[in-house]
Every structure is written in C-alpha cells, then in structure tokens.
C-alpha cells in the first residue's frame, strides 16, 4: 500500500516551453501533497505544500507564477513549471501522507528527471 | 546554521561492519523523526521513524535524544545493499519534511 505514482518519469524539453509533472497517490487519499526538488549532490529541498482544494503554500525563494501547482483531487498534484530554462533542470519529488492514519510518514514519487536544453 | 546537519561522509566500511550516523537538529519544535535511505538517482524511501524510546528494526537501530537536540542511525552487520545516502529528517507542524544533505555510505566486500 501506499503508492505514490509521478509521470513522466523524465523529461526533455528546450527553454522557454512548460512541462508538466503529475502526481497521483495510487491507493489512499491526500489531502496535502509535497513538491521537492534535488540539484546532484544535493537534498531534498521542499518547493511547496500542495493543498487539496485551495492554493498551494510555496517555501521563500519558490517563484509561484513560474512553479504552477494545482491539486484538484484527493489523490492528483500537478507542477507546472512555466518557461523552462535550464537552471531548472533538477529531479523533481513528489511525496504524500495517507489521511487519516495519524502519521507524518511521507510516502515519496518515483520523482521526474527535467532536463532543459 | 542549518536546520539539519549532517556529516556527508562518505563512509566506506567492510561488509559485517557496523557504522553509526548522527545528525543534528536546530528546531526544538521539530515533531517527528525519520530515516530514509535514497539510491542513487531515484527517489528516497522510508527506513524508519525515530522515537525517544529508541526503535530497532532489524540491523537497524534509530535513537532520539530531544535534550541535546540529535537523532541516530546504527546499522550492524552491514551488506553491500546498504550502500546508500541516508537522509535525516523531521517534520513540524505543517508536516512538510526538512531534510538533512545526507550521508553516503559505501559498503565493501
């Protein structure tokens, strides 16, 4: 249990185009997703919180026009990253906490390698 | 300073060994505790959570110590599918996790 699905599993695209990675959790409910990105070398580091139903939170430094989330179901997350350049070239994280279960264990994506030429 | 600290390492040991990571936290009202372990190039999985009490799983054995503000990771016996980057963790009261950089762990034959 506890499935955590992101599509695509990598991306290739030229700069300037946007790109869209979802996220799905297979077989529980979330109503809170987490969006994270990894430079090489480096952790995790948390983008922004996605909320079911309501805007998203973005951690300081996260451009929320150029990082587009929309979390419309209980179970999808997407992140949209608008004019891509290859600075934002990363491996991107989604992860999700079953509701309900009174837990903080975060159940992480596969993640999307984004490159940008 | 950093929310989490960690010593990258690497630790190269010998298959049968035991080695031990710690990490540090700044935030006091930091909640839940966690190790993952990620593979290279994918994403992090979940090794263990991390209570007070202390928690074994295993060869596995993660310690909490809230006074002095760190938690740890004993790995005992280790095989060659331990080589990893173990990430440290914890998450407050919006549930978002904070990770640490990492350790990286290589075990030889």
């Known amino acids: 249990g506890a499935v955590v699905s992101q599509h695509p599993s990598w991306v290739i695209c030229k700069s300037g185009t946007s790109v869209k990675i979802e996220c799905r959790s297979l077989?529980?409910?979330?109503?809170?997703m987490f969006w994270y990105r990894q430079f090489p070398k480096q952790s995790l580091m948390l983008m922004a919180t996605?909320?079911?139903?309501?805007?998203?939170?973005?951690e300081q430094g996260v451009e929320k026009d150029k990082f587009l989330i929309n979390h419309a179901s209980l179970t999808l997350s997407t992140l949209t990253v608008t004019s891509a350049h290859p600075e934002d070239s990363s491996f991107y994280i989604c992860?999700?906490?079953?509701?309900?279960?009174?837990?903080?264990?975060?159940?992480f994506g596969p993640g999307t390698r984004l490159t940008v030429l | 300073r950093k929310e989490v600290e960690q010593d990258p390492g690497p630790f190269n040991v010998p298959e049968g060994a035991t080695v031990a990571f710690n990490c540090t936290y700044s935030?006091?009202?930091?909640?839940?505790f966690f190790w993952y372990r990620q593979d290279c190039r994918k994403e992090p999985k979940l090794l263990m959570s991390?209570?007070?009490s202390g928690n074994e799983d295993g060869r596995f054995t993660a310690q909490l110590n809230r006074a002095s503000q760190y938690i740890s990771l004993l790995i005992r016996d280790s095989k060659l599918s331990d080589s990893a980057t173990y990430l440290c963790?914890?998450?407050?009261?919006?549930?978002?996790?904070?990770f640490g950089s990492g350790t990286q762990l290589t075990v030889l034959p």
């Open positions: 991390v209570y007070s």
């Open positions: 992860s999700a906490s079953p509701q309900g279960l009174g837990t903080d264990t975060q159940y």
């Open positions: 935030n006091s009202a930091s909640q839940s």
């Open positions: 996605s909320n079911e139903g309501s805007k998203a939170t973005y």
């Open positions: 077989d529980f409910q979330a109503t809170t």
């Open positions: 963790t914890f998450s407050g009261s919006a549930r978002q996790l904070t």
